[in-house]
């Protein structure tokens, strides 16, 4: 395309205008491709390169591909840089349409539950929160809970969650307002996780990065549990904590795909 937009990314750019600032940036063709998957609303979507975005979905992602074909507008490279704060390899970009509170809150109530909840409490990384989120989606878990100041849908965690926000219910809530159920709290000094199972409605509840659970989550925990780690480990990182976490609730009865 030459560098002047034209007709329809003329359009396409006034739209992404219009709405940047209440949307969430689905940056590159996974994050797309995700949350077209997971039904998320996308007014507005670019590409550098349509034909070559189209092959990719064909080679890639075909269950997507009519659907790009019809979401996707060409711009000029220089319009699509000016767009998004980072360019993606792909130079694919979108808005989405954030799900609302209440439906998550409402996801995150329903019982009975077929799936846990996690919970991260005062998380501080924001790329060990998109990694959580993007667990969670493969897991096929109920929410992803987040206590403390961090912004789940910060642009950094949804970059991290490769688009896979649209998958699992992403709030932010207090310890207090936690959904019902069991709540498993992870922590080195707990009982070994493999003498357990988890149940369907169980919250997992996983410490701060840097100081680990909080007095509230820890009052609030039915069972304090750990995984299995070495003498002179201190503790792991907080996804992959999570991931084993949900493996072991996988084997112990968890849902099958
Ligand atoms: C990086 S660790 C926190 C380390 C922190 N300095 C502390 O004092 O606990 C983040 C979280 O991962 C989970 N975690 C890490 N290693 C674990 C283990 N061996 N058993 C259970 N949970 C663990 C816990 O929920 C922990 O709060």
Known sequence: MTDAATGPAIDAVSDWQRL???S???DGFHALKHAVRFGARIPV???TDRRKTLDLAAALAPDVRDTLDALLTEVPA????????RPHPTAVAAL???PSREANLEALARTPRTAPVVVLDNP???GNAGAVIRLAAGFG????VMTGTLDPWHPTVVRAGAGLHFATAVERLAVAELPSGPVFALDPEGDDIRALKIPDDAVLAFGSERSGLSPDL???GDHLVSLPMRPQVSSYNLATSVAMTLYHWSVTGGRAF
């Open 20 to 22: 940047a600032c209440d």
């Open 24 to 26: 969430v940036l689905l």
């Open 45 to 47: 979507a670019v590409t």
């Open 78 to 85: 220089t319009t699509y840089t000016s767009l998004v704060p």
């Open 96 to 98: 989405a349409v954030r």
């Open 124 to 126: 501080r990384n924001l």
């Open 141 to 144: 878990v109920t929410g992803v």
């Open 218 to 220: 820890r009052a609030r």
